[in-house]
C-alpha cells in the first residue's frame, strides 16, 4: 500500500506540533511515521520507505537523528543494526 502524503498539510493528528526546523522534508518524514505507527507499524528501515516518502534512504536517516531529538509526538529509538538502521517509532499520546 502506497500512503500519498502532502508535505505542507499537516494532518488533524499533528496539526499541534510545530514544524521540525522548518524543514518540509523532515515534516513530511514525521508525519509518514506518525500516521504508520498509529496504523500499528512500528518499524522501520530507510531502505523500505524511500520509495514511500521520496526520499533517499541517506535523508531519511539523518533526519530520523533530527526528528528522535524533536518530534514531541513521536517515540524514536534505534532498534538493530544489520547493515542499516532499524528504528522502532510509536505515537505518543498527548496528555
Known amino acids: 500500500m502506497r500512503i500519498t502524503m502532502s508535505a505542507t498539510t499537516p494532518s488533524a493528528d499533528t496539526a499541534h506540533e510545530p514544524p521540525v526546523d522548518g524543514n518540509p522534508k523532515a515534516e513530511h518524514l514525521r508525519q509518514y511515521l ?11 528501515k530507510s531502505k ?8 533517499s534512504p541517506k535523508e531519511i536517516g539523518a533526519l530520523i537523528v533530527r526528528l528522535q531529538e524533536s518530534a514531541t509526538d513521536l517515540s524514536i529509538e534505534p532498534w538493530s ?3 542499516a538502521t532499524t528504528w522502532y517509532v510509536e505515537p505518543v499520546e498527548s496528555a
Open 81 to 83: 543494526y544489520t547493515g
Open 34 to 44: 506518525r500516521e504508520r505507527a498509529a496504523a500499528g507499524d512500528r518499524y522501520f
Open 48 to 55: 523500505f520507505i524511500a520509495e514511500d516518502v521520496a526520499l
